[in-house]
C-alpha cells in the first residue's frame, strides 16, 4: 500500500480536511482537537494507539480493512493520478494497486459511462466541490459495474488543496432492482392495458350478437354486468404483486361510469385491503345497485346523492367481513318496499349467500339505505 | 347528431359502436386507421368523432385528433390506457370515455358534448 502523509481526517460540514503529522506521532495538539470538535459531522481523527503506537499505521488498516473502495488523486501532479488505492478499491475493480496507481479515475470508465455523470464529476473537481453521483465503471475484465461515487476535496491545515478523495461503492443490485420494478409495471400496464381491450371486445360480441337474435335488450344487460366485472378487477392489476387489493379503488372504478360529473357518489372510505376474490361479487353487486338507482332512485333525479363508506368489521367470533353502506338521498320519496326489484339483485344476493355475505335493504323514505357484508376468509 | 366518424382498429368494437349510434339516429363512418380517417374527413362533414387512442404498430389517433380540432369537429377519446394518453390529453383536453364502457354510454357523452357545444 501506497505510504501517505496523510494522519488526520476531518469531516467538517461536507468538506473533508486533512491534518498533517510528520512525525507520525499523536496529533491531539490542542488546535487540531478544537477543530474536530467543531465539526458537524462524523470525526475521523485517528489517536494514539496504544496497539500500533502510530496513527498513519492505524488509517492504513483501517483503509485495508474497510468494505469501501478508497482512492486518493494528487491534483498538483499531471492530469490528477490516483496516488493512493486501497484493497477494496482493488476488489472492486479487478485491477492491482501497481496497475491503479499512476492512473486517472477515467480509467474505470467505458462506451455506457453517461457523459453527463463524468462532466458532473470534471466540474465538482474544478471548482472544489463535493459530489455525489452513480455512473457506471468498468472492471478490469470488461464487467461493468454501478459506481456510487462520492468525492470531495481535501485540505491542509493552511487551507490548500491536498488531494481529492474518492469512495467508490457498487450499488448494481439498487440499479438490477430499480431495473426489475419499472419492468414489471410496464408489464402490469401492458396487461391492464389489453385486459380493458379484451372486455371491450366481449361486450361488442355480446351486443352484435343480441342484436342479430333480436335479443338487443338482453344484450345490453348482460353488457353491463360483464363491463362492471371489467372495471372492478382493473385496479387489482396494479396490485396483483401485493396478494390483496384496494377495495376502495374497485369500489370507485365500479360506479364511475353512472356519475360522469363525479358529484353525485361521495365516497367515504378508509383503505382497506381485501382479497382480490372478493371483487367479483361486491362489483356486481354495487352495479346492481347504481342501475337501481339510475331508474329508480337517487341517480334517477338531476340533484340525488349517493354515500358510500367502506370498512373492515371483525364480529365477536373474531371473523373478518368486508361491509360496504350504501345511502341514498334527494331521489323520489319512497313508500315502502317495492313489490319486485329485480332479478339483478336476486342474482347479487345468490352470489353472496354462497361466502355467507348478505346484502340488506331498506327501503327509507328518503332514499334506499342497503348493507353489502361479505366475510373475508 | 348526423354524421359520425369512428376511428377504431378493432373491428368488433366499432361495429358496437356504430349499431349504438345508428340506434341513436346517426349515419356512421368507420375508419381503422388515420389515413383512411382522413379520406373520410375530406368527402363528409362530420358532426363528431370517437378515436381509439392506440391504432396498433405504435401508432396513435393524434394527427385526426389534431384534424377534428382544427376543424372544430367535437370529439371523445375511447381508450383502455390512460395512461398512455396523457401527455396528449393535455395538449388537446379531449374529453375521455374509458375502456370498456357501454357502447351507449359512448353515445351518450357524445351527444352531450356536441350539445354543450351547440348551445
Same mark, same amino acid.
Given at each position: 500500500?501506497?505510504?501517505?502523509?496523510?494522519?488526520?481526517?476531518?469531516?467538517?460540514?461536507?468538506?473533508?480536511?486533512?491534518?498533517?503529522?510528520?512525525?507520525?506521532?499523536?496529533?491531539?495538539?490542542? =488546535?487540531?482537537?478544537?477543530?474536530?470538535?467543531?465539526?458537524?459531522? +462524523? &470525526?475521523?481523527? !485517528?489517536? *494514539?494507539? %496504544?496497539?500500533?503506537?502510530?496513527?498513519?499505521?492505524?488509517?492504513?488498516?483501517?483503509?485495508?480493512?474497510?468494505?469501501?473502495?478508497?482512492?486518493?488523486?494528487?491534483?498538483?501532479?499531471?492530469?490528477?493520478?490516483?496516488?493512493?488505492?486501497?484493497?477494496?478499491?482493488?476488489?472492486?475493480?479487478?485491477?492491482?494497486?501497481?496497475?491503479?496507481?499512476?492512473?486517472?479515475?477515467?480509467?474505470?470508465?467505458?462506451?455506457?459511462?453517461?457523459?453527463?455523470?463524468?462532466?458532473?464529476?470534471?466540474?465538482?473537481?474544478?471548482?472544489?466541490?463535493?459530489?455525489?453521483?452513480?455512473?457506471?465503471?468498468?472492471?478490469?475484465?470488461?464487467?461493468?459495474?454501478?459506481?456510487?461515487?462520492?468525492?470531495?476535496?481535501?485540505?491542509?491545515?493552511?487551507?490548500?488543496?491536498?488531494?481529492?478523495?474518492?469512495?467508490?461503492?457498487?450499488?448494481? =443490485?439498487?440499479?438490477?432492482?430499480?431495473?426489475?420494478?419499472?419492468? +414489471? &409495471?410496464?408489464? !402490469?400496464? *401492458?396487461? %391492464?392495458?389489453?385486459?380493458?381491450?379484451?372486455?371491450?371486445?366481449?361486450?361488442?360480441?355480446?351486443?352484435?350478437?343480441?342484436?342479430?337474435?333480436?335479443?338487443?335488450?338482453?344484450?345490453?344487460?348482460?353488457?353491463?354486468?360483464?363491463?362492471?366485472?371489467?372495471?372492478?378487477?382493473?385496479?387489482?392489476?396494479?396490485?396483483?404483486?401485493?396478494?390483496?387489493?384496494?377495495?376502495?379503488?374497485?369500489?370507485?372504478?365500479?360506479?364511475?361510469?353512472?356519475?360522469?360529473?363525479?358529484?353525485?357518489?361521495?365516497?367515504?372510505?378508509?383503505?382497506?385491503?381485501?382479497?382480490?376474490?372478493?371483487?367479483?361479487?361486491?362489483?356486481?353487486?354495487?352495479?346492481?345497485?347504481?342501475?337501481?338507482?339510475?331508474?329508480?332512485?337517487?341517480?334517477?333525479?338531476?340533484?340525488?346523492?349517493?354515500?358510500?363508506?367502506?370498512?373492515?368489521?371483525? =364480529?365477536?367470533?373474531?371473523?373478518?367481513?368486508?361491509?360496504?353502506?350504501? &345511502?341514498?338521498?334527494?331521489?323520489?320519496?319512497?313508500?315502502?318496499?317495492?313489490?319486485?326489484?329485480?332479478?339483478?339483485?336476486?342474482?347479487?344476493?345468490?352470489?353472496?349467500?354462497?361466502?355467507?355475505?348478505?346484502?340488506?335493504?331498506?327501503?327509507?323514505?328518503?332514499?334506499?339505505?342497503?348493507?353489502?357484508?361479505?366475510?373475508?376468509? | 347528431?348526423?354524421?359520425?366518424?369512428?376511428?377504431?382498429?378493432?373491428?368488433?368494437?366499432?361495429?358496437?359502436?356504430?349499431?349504438?349510434?345508428?340506434?341513436?339516429?346517426?349515419?356512421?363512418?368507420?375508419?381503422?386507421?388515420?389515413?383512411?380517417?382522413?379520406?373520410?374527413?375530406?368527402?363528409?362533414?362530420?358532426?363528431?368523432?370517437?378515436?381509439?387512442?392506440?391504432?396498433?404498430?405504435?401508432?396513435?389517433?393524434?394527427?385526426?385528433?389534431?384534424?377534428?380540432?382544427?376543424?372544430?369537429?367535437?370529439?371523445?377519446?375511447?381508450?383502455?390506457?390512460?395512461?398512455?394518453?396523457?401527455?396528449?390529453?393535455?395538449?388537446?383536453?379531449?374529453?375521455?370515455?374509458?375502456?370498456?364502457?357501454?357502447?351507449?354510454?359512448?353515445?351518450?357523452?357524445?351527444?352531450?358534448?356536441?350539445?354543450?357545444?351547440?348551445?
Amino acid at each position: 500500500m501506497a505510504r501517505l502523509r496523510v494522519l488526520n481526517v476531518v469531516i467538517r460540514d461536507t468538506k473533508i480536511e486533512v491534518t498533517e503529522d510528520m512525525h507520525g506521532k499523536s496529533p491531539a495538539s490542542p =488546535d487540531s482537537s478544537d477543530q474536530a470538535h467543531r465539526g458537524t459531522g +462524523a &470525526k475521523f481523527q !485517528a489517536e *494514539e494507539d %496504544s496497539f500500533s503506537g502510530s496513527s498513519g499505521l492505524l488509517f492504513e488498516q483501517a483503509m485495508a480493512q474497510t468494505r469501501m473502495a478508497v482512492c486518493l488523486t494528487d491534483p498538483h501532479r499531471e492530469d490528477n493520478p490516483i496516488v493512493f488505492s486501497n484493497k477494496a478499491f482493488e476488489r472492486l475493480t479487478g485491477y492491482r494497486e501497481d496497475e491503479i496507481i499512476g492512473q486517472n479515475c477515467r480509467f474505470l470508465q467505458g462506451a455506457k459511462t453517461d457523459p453527463a455523470q463524468v462532466a458532473k464529476m470534471r466540474e465538482a473537481i474544478r471548482s472544489e466541490d463535493v459530489v455525489i453521483l452513480e455512473l457506471l465503471n468498468y472492471r478490469k475484465d470488461g464487467s461493468t459495474f454501478w459506481n456510487a461515487l462520492h468525492l470531495g476535496p481535501i485540505y491542509d491545515d493552511a487551507g490548500e488543496l491536498l488531494y481529492f478523495f474518492g469512495s467508490q461503492w457498487d450499488v448494481s =443490485d439498487i440499479h438490477l432492482a430499480r431495473a426489475e420494478e419499472r419492468h +414489471a &409495471k410496464a408489464m !402490469a400496464r *401492458e396487461v %391492464s392495458h389489453r385486459l380493458k381491450n379484451v372486455f371491450s371486445v366481449i361486450g361488442g360480441i355480446v351486443n352484435i350478437t343480441g342484436r342479430a337474435m333480436n335479443a338487443h335488450e338482453v344484450a345490453g344487460r348482460i353488457n353491463d354486468r360483464v363491463q362492471a366485472l371489467g372495471r372492478a378487477y382493473e385496479p387489482t392489476l396494479d396490485d396483483a404483486s401485493l396478494g390483496t387489493i384496494e377495495a376502495g379503488q374497485a369500489i370507485r372504478a365500479v360506479l364511475a361510469p353512472y356519475d360522469p360529473e363525479n358529484d353525485r357518489i361521495r365516497f367515504n372510505g378508509q383503505s382497506v385491503r381485501t382479497e382480490p376474490n372478493a371483487i367479483s361479487v361486491v362489483g356486481l353487486t354495487l352495479h346492481e345497485l347504481a342501475t337501481n338507482a339510475s331508474k329508480y332512485g337517487a341517480l334517477s333525479t338531476p340533484s340525488g346523492t349517493i354515500d358510500i363508506a367502506w370498512q373492515h368489521e371483525t =364480529d365477536r367470533h373474531g371473523r373478518q367481513s368486508l361491509v360496504i353502506e350504501w &345511502k341514498e338521498q334527494g331521489g323520489p320519496a319512497i313508500d315502502g318496499e317495492p313489490d319486485q326489484t329485480g332479478t339483478g339483485f336476486d342474482i347479487a344476493e345468490t352470489l353472496l349467500s354462497y361466502s355467507n355475505g348478505a346484502l340488506e335493504r331498506h327501503w327509507e323514505e328518503d332514499g334506499l339505505r342497503a348493507a353489502i357484508s361479505l366475510p373475508i376468509h | 347528431m348526423k354524421n359520425i366518424l369512428i376511428l377504431e382498429d378493432e373491428p368488433l368494437i366499432a361495429m358496437d359502436l356504430q349499431h349504438a349510434f345508428e340506434d341513436a339516429g346517426a349515419q356512421v363512418q368507420v375508419a381503422t386507421n388515420c389515413d383512411r380517417a382522413f379520406e373520410m374527413l375530406n368527402s363528409t362533414t362530420f358532426d363528431g368523432a370517437v378515436l381509439d387512442v392506440n391504432l396498433g404498430k405504435g401508432h396513435t389517433c393524434k394527427p385526426v385528433a389534431i384534424e377534428l380540432r382544427d376543424r372544430g369537429i367535437p370529439f371523445l377519446l375511447h381508450t383502455g390506457d390512460l395512461d398512455r394518453v396523457g401527455e396528449f390529453l393535455r395538449e388537446l383536453e379531449a374529453p375521455i370515455v374509458p375502456k370498456p364502457s357501454a357502447s351507449t354510454l359512448v353515445v351518450d357523452r357524445l351527444c352531450a358534448i356536441c350539445e354543450s357545444r351547440a348551445a
